[in-house]
């Protein structure tokens, strides 16, 4: 059975850093794309970041550019948003998700809209304030 568990949020000062992962079982991470997206309370889930399945290929939501990461890890089949100069409008529950996309060498990358990924986590929350 495929689940995502993402871990890692919690309350940050303006400017700081946290590494969210998303710990994937029931999948080899290689034939996924992968992704983080956030919502808030009143708004629709917005694409934060993706990552294709050969891991090669990444996109990320104008906002967060410069100052967001995504990557992979094989061996632990866990997939990271590691995220620097946080800004209070950050703040939002943080949501992985994973979407089937073939072998690697097809190098395929699902895009930040929501409706075009197939399995969810359950969010962690991030919270950017002083």
């Known amino acids: 059975q495929l689940q995502l568990v993402e871990s890692g949020g919690g309350l940050v000062q303006p400017g700081g850093s946290l590494r969210l992962s998303c710990a994937a079982s029931?999948?080899?991470?290689?034939?996924?794309?992968m992704g983080w997206f956030r919502q808030v309370p009143g708004k629709e889930r917005e694409g934060v970041a993706c990552i294709s399945n050969s891991g090669g290929i990444t996109k990320y939501a104008d906002s967060v550019k410069g100052r967001f990461t995504i990557s992979k890890d094989y061996a632990k089949n866990t997939v990271y948003l590691q995220m620097n100069s946080l800004k209070t409008e950050d703040t939002a529950v943080y949501y992985c998700?994973?979407?089937?996309?073939?072998?690697?060498?097809?190098?395929?990358?699902?895009?930040?809209?929501?409706?075009?990924?197939?399995?969810w986590g359950q969010g962690t929350q991030v919270t950017v304030s002083s």
């Open positions: 029931g999948l080899t991470l290689d034939f996924y794309s």
């Open positions: 998700a994973a979407d089937p996309a073939g072998a690697p060498h097809t190098m395929v990358l699902t895009g930040l809209d929501p409706r075009d990924w197939r399995y």
